[in-house]
């Protein structure tokens, strides 16, 4: 199993280059950069300077806030620079973030990322040839390419693998049809959802782009809950308790819940929300649903747990390093072990 870790995204700039060299310390295969607070691009930048070996992956670059053409560059140069360590993952985001956060337009996502998609695989072929560029699509039509602003001609660099994140049916199933791979985000990657929701649709795309699914690499964002010693999975669970509350008060999130029917726990975290209640939102996260829903396990019992509970399922895990890294050496085995699955 393929093993990768995250990033807090709020680290400073300053502080993303020793943690990216602290993932590659561990044994990690690699390091997924989310775009909250920073440029995805601009870190994974960062990061791939600071390594040599570890894969860098976005997870993910927000897509619809940005021109194809702009994203083309960024991934292109980031691709050449680290001699192919690096992997552009895409995600839609929610309607609101992109309309009141991004003052950008919305659009139907799946068929718009399709889009997206299609015109980053004209960009990257047309760097590589240094020829022309049409595509015209919908959302998106970019037909001039002169070879001033081409970076190409350049047959050696290869496009980065675009993957995309997700939660629901279709954008499923468009990476199946399209993508390298599928990051499923932390409030879907429960087993209930990943065999009822995301595995079952990402075999129905790949099949209607006659691909083996097995060709997709599924990346399991699950929380994890672990540590060295009982305080510090307690102080642990209580942290992910409150990010769990945050994520799952996004409606577009709710699956999960539903498919325990907890939907009573998701609609009261949305009025939450709406009345401005941020600070209290971990109230509502019963220890029952922690249990349920979040893998928990010191170093020793951490890897089977989650190759019990994901192993069939994906062919790679996200699990981030602990806060304290003084405990560095025996998680490092803790990854080693897991790799080895």
Not at 10 to 15: A, E, G, N, S, T
Not at 34 to 59: F, K, M, N, P
Not at 82 to 89: C, D, H, K, T, V
Not at 175 to 183: D, Q, R, S
Request: glycine share 10%; with cysteine.
């Amino acid at each position: 199993m393929r093993v990768y870790a995250g990033m807090d995204p709020r680290l400073p700039l300053r502080d993303a280059i020793a943690h990216a060299r602290r993932v590659e310390a561990l044994g990690y295969d690699g390091l997924h950069v989310a775009e909250t607070v920073h440029d995805s691009l601009a870190v994974a930048l960062l990061a791939l300077e600071h390594t040599q070996r570890i894969v860098v992956r976005t997870a993910v670059t927000l897509a619809f806030p940005r021109s194809p053409t702009l994203t083309a560059y960024g991934a292109w140069d980031l691709a050449k620079f680290s001699g192919g360590r690096f992997q552009l993952g895409l995600g839609t985001q929610i309607r609101q973030n992109i309309e009141g956060r991004y003052a950008m337009p919305w659009g139907e996502p799946v068929e718009k990322m399709r889009e997206y998609m299609g015109a980053l695989d004209g960009l990257f072929g047309s760097f590589r040839s240094g020829g022309p560029l049409r595509y015209e699509g919908q959302h998106y039509q970019i037909t001039r390419m002169q070879p001033y602003f081409n970076p190409g001609p350049d047959d050696l660099t290869a496009p980065p693998p675009v993957y995309l994140g997700g939660v629901n049916a279709r954008i499923c199933q468009l990476a199946g049809e399209l993508a390298a791979g599928f990051i499923t985000h932390p409030t879907n990657s429960n087993p209930r959802y990943l065999e009822t929701v995301c595995l079952p649709n990402l075999r129905t795309g790949a099949a209607r782009a006659g691909r083996d699914v097995a060709e997709i690499e599924l990346v399991i964002g699950t929380q994890v809950i672990t540590g060295v010693d009982e305080a510090v999975l307690g102080a642990e669970r209580e942290r992910q308790r409150r990010l769990f509350a945050f994520l799952y008060s996004t409606p577009a999130y709710r699956r999960t819940l539903e498919l325990y029917g907890w939907q009573e726990m998701a609609d009261v975290l949305g009025e939450m929300v709406r009345a401005d209640e941020w600070a209290s939102l971990h109230r509502v996260v019963t220890d029952e649903v922690i249990d349920t829903l979040i893998p928990t396990a010191g170093f020793e019992d951490l890897p089977s747990l989650l190759f019990e509970r994901f192993g069939q399922l994906g062919q790679g895990l996200l699990v981030s390093p602990p806060l304290d890294p003084s405990s560095d050496a025996r998680f490092a085995e803790v990854i080693a072990d897991l790799r080895a699955r």
